[in-house]
């Protein structure tokens, strides 16, 4: 009885760390960015952050103001879209972000 229990821990071991393993690899689980409260009050992302949508296969990041996508320091003005996660677009690519959307509409500034 004692072999039986320490070969169903040794195997349980395994089976978890391999399924630890594939989830990873395989990004299975979506990635959620950890927030902050800055100085505004206003919940941002913290900055450097990269993660996977939740296909696992296109990638998202936060730039340098806290926000998802990208900024382009090539404009003079920007707006930040700020809103809760239906107006983020979290959950979709890059491509689909209300960010991008407005970008198309609106070249001379950035988002």
């Known amino acids: ?27 299975l689980v979506p990635d959620i960015p950890e927030r902050y409260v800055d100085s505004e009050g206003i919940q941002r992302y913290k900055n450097g952050q990269s993660g996977y949508y939740n ?17 382009e320091v090539k404009q003079d003005s920007t707006i930040s879209v700020i809103g809760d996660s239906y107006i983020e677009n979290m959950m979709n690519p890059i491509e689909c ?8 509409d609106i070249p001379q500034y950035a988002f």
Do not use: C, P, T
């Not at 009885?1 to 990004?27: C, D, G, T, Y």
């Open 55 to 71: 296909e696992g296969l296109v990638e998202w990041k936060v730039n340098q103001y806290g926000w998802l996508g990208v900024h």
């Open 97 to 104: 972000n209300q960010g991008k959307f407005l970008k198309d």
């Open 1 to 27: 009885m004692k072999q039986f229990l320490i070969r169903l821990a040794v195997f349980s071991a395994f089976i978890v760390v391999l399924a630890e393993i594939l989830i990873r690899i395989l990004h």
